[in-house]
């Protein structure tokens, strides 16, 4: 059989095999079919269900389940997150304030704001260092007096790096400004607890951590300003209505217990660190982009110079290994990744970078094969770039 590895967990984890089991059962459960929200005996099976989840997905982010609403994903969560303050604070009866956020966020919080910015709002895009950082101060320094909210992410999509949440959390905090996490990458892949870290919202997401795809979850403080995006029904105490997927939130919440006992185990920096360092004793011009940065332990974004990241991805996955350029919700984009753009990368560079993304079940063997064919594939490219190109038959010179 021909071989195939997957290092894309980034853009998507493989469904685990809890989770896959978790949603069979609930499937399989003739008295757990009801509307979670109908009084007869179905629907409160149906609603036992979803609650058991609820606190499952809860423990995993350390907060109490009672203040944890079910989404279709991180996109969601973001955006219920940043329009539901703002949709609070105009509430209120105050004009469009102030957002801040950073020039290294998910598509799903810089286009909200944007978008918030084009209805009168005011917007702050800080800018990160050459390794991707936010800076609290900078943070300290865009606060204004009518800040509605500070938008952060925990850790990158694209490099790893991972952003000093809790003293930001500490400037906000201080000022009296709600804080927003996209912790989408992070939980799961390293300890995070929106307590410890001092968050008032908190955005995950199941397929992220090997749940399925189509749910996720916002943290929202308890008394923390929040008005809904969606009209409805009441449920998700009126946070989000709409008819709860109670296998989808079974599968949710196998995967997130399952992570979080990988979280007490060894996790896959081992490999990555191995596969940096043999990648850079083969390939010398090799650049690793944040590396002197806390990183996520499962990611690594590679530069290879004077080579398209598209042709080795393309390369690589006929050899049978799955890679990414970067995010994939920028996939199809003709414009260079704005988080390598914002660290202070080149369009080439930009344009010669490559992600990596390991999961649990990756093996020691296959991360060798992935070093020793990588490295081939660059060189060739690479010998093929310096080449000269003849002039064409028949041309005017």
């Excluded at 989408?184 to 090997?210: C, M, N, T």
Aim: charged share 20%.
């Amino acid at each position: 059989m021909r071989r195939r590895v997957y290092l894309d967990n980034n853009a998507t984890a493989p469904l685990r095999d809890v989770a896959r089991e978790a949603i069979d059962l609930a499937m399989r459960r003739a008295d757990a079919f009801g509307n979670p929200s109908s009084p007869h005996a179905f629907g409160h099976e149906a609603r036992l269900a979803l609650e058991d989840s609820r606190r499952q997905v809860a423990a995993a982010m350390g907060v109490e389940p009672g203040d944890v609403v079910f989404v279709s994903g991180g996109t969601e969560s973001d955006n219920l997150a940043i329009q539901g303050v703002a949709r609070a604070w105009t509430a209120a009866g105050r004009a469009p304030g102030h957002l801040v956020t950073s020039a290294v966020e998910h598509p799903a919080v810089l286009e909200c704001c944007r978008h918030l910015e084009s209805t009168g709002w005011k917007l702050s895009i800080l800018p990160v260092d050459g390794q991707g950082l936010v800076d609290p101060d900078a943070v300290r320094a865009a606060l204004r007096h009518d800040t509605a909210l500070v938008s952060i992410m925990a850790a990158n999509n694209e490099t790893g790096v991972i952003q000093p949440t809790e003293e930001i959390a500490a400037v906000t905090r201080h000022a009296g400004v709600p804080l927003h996490v996209d912790a989408v990458q992070a939980i799961g892949r390293i300890p995070f607890e929106a307590a410890r870290v001092g968050a008032d919202y908190l955005s995950v997401s199941s397929h992220k951590l090997g749940g399925p795809a189509g749910i996720g979850a916002l943290w929202i403080r308890e008394a923390a300003p929040m008005k809904p995006l969606l009209l409805g029904g009441g449920q998700e105490r009126r946070r989000r209505p709409g008819t709860e997927s109670v296998m989808l939130a079974a599968g949710f919440a196998a995967a997130a217990r399952a992570a979080g006992r990988e979280l007490e185990r060894a996790h896959p920096s081992g490999l990555r660190d191995r596969m940096e360092r043999a990648l850079l004793d083969r390939l010398a011009a090799t650049r690793i982009n944040g590396i002197e940065a806390p990183r996520l332990p499962n990611t690594s974004s590679l530069t290879f110079p004077a080579v398209a990241s598209e042709t080795i991805v393309i390369r690589m996955d006929l050899e049978g290994f799955a890679l990414s350029t970067g995010s994939a919700c920028s996939t199809g984009s003709a414009r260079p990744s704005h988080v390598l753009a914002a660290m202070g990368l080149s369009q080439a560079d930009a344009a010669s970078t490559l992600r990596i993304s390991l999961g649990p079940t990756n093996t020691l063997e296959e991360i060798d094969a992935l070093v020793e064919t990588l490295a081939s594939v660059v060189r060739d490219l690479q010998a093929s770039a310096r080449l000269p190109h003849p002039a064409p038959a028949g041309g005017r010179g």
